[in-house]
T-cell receptor, first 111, second 114 residues
Framework: RKEVEQDPGPFNVPEGATVAFNCTYS??????FFWYRQDCRKEPKLLMS???SGNEDGRFTAQLNRASQYISLLIRDSKLSDSATYLC????????????FGKGTMLLVSP | DGGITQSPKYLFRKEGQNVTLSCEQN?????MYWYRQDPGQGLRLIYY???????QKGDIAEGYSVSREKKESFPLTVTSAQKNPTAFYLC?????????????FGNGTRLTVT
């Protein structure tokens, strides 16, 4: 099983739709989880951290399922500007460790 | 404004030449990182440093070297030993090197070696 796995997509949705991405991780000891957004040919930017209790930021909701070892990102009321690649990021292990990036899921929102 | 500055944005070199990519941060972050991204690929960790005068190899360190003489600076040298140096290079920093803090990225350097 890869350390961090994402469906590459693309997910094609119309404006206003709700879309969800999942990301699975292999190490049950991982403690920190993040979603990043990357626009074409740009650097990744932090979208949100993922907490055990789940968290919401406007139209974006992130959830963590430790039992099944996946995190999810839900985007409601999609905007054209949401078109990007969404990267799942997980720390390699508990304690002192580095972050591992998934290859990303591409989202295309059309008018 | 605090942030991470990478320079140059685009860099072209001939095969066989070493090249150094600059990365400076004024966020007062302890940890700094270098990643490489190839088309259709995820980010891969080259080197990281959790404290001044110390650094560790990442997953793909061969053909690269770094230094961390100052907290603010973490330059990456791509040597002629790196077999496929053409890529998008991203520098990042985090407040701690524990893996619990998110990374903040510079806007990257696109290196083309011909």
């Amino acid at each position: 099983r890869k350390e961090v796995e994402q469906d590459p997509g693309p997910f094609n949705v119309p404006e206003g739709a709700t879309v969800a991405f999942n990301c699975t991780y292999s190490n049950s000891a991982s403690q920190s989880f993040f979603w990043y957004r990357q626009d074409c040919r740009k650097e990744p930017k932090l979208l949100m951290s993922v907490y055990s209790s789940g968290n919401e930021d406007g139209r974006f909701t992130a959830q963590l399922n430790r039992a099944s070892q996946y995190i999810s990102l839900l985007i409601r009321d999609s905007k054209l500007s949401d078109s990007a690649t969404y990267l799942c990021v997980v720390n390699k292990d508990s304690g002192y460790s580095t972050l591992t990036f998934g290859k990303g899921t591409m989202l295309l929102v059309s008018p | 404004d605090g942030g991470i500055t990478q320079s140059p944005k685009y860099l072209f070199r001939k095969e066989g030449q070493n090249v150094t990519l600059s990365c400076e941060q004024n966020l007062n972050h302890d940890a700094m990182y270098w990643y490489r991204q190839d088309p259709g690929q995820g980010l891969r960790l080259i080197y990281y440093s959790q404290i001044v005068n110390d650094f560790q190899k990442g997953d793909i360190a061969e053909g690269y070297s770094v230094s961390r003489e100052k907290k603010e600076s973490f330059p990456l040298t791509v040597t002629s030993a790196q077999k496929n140096p053409t890529a998008f290079y991203l520098c990042a920093s985090s407040s701690t090197g524990t893996g619990n803090s998110p990374l903040h990225f510079g806007n990257g350097t696109r290196l083309t070696v011909t």
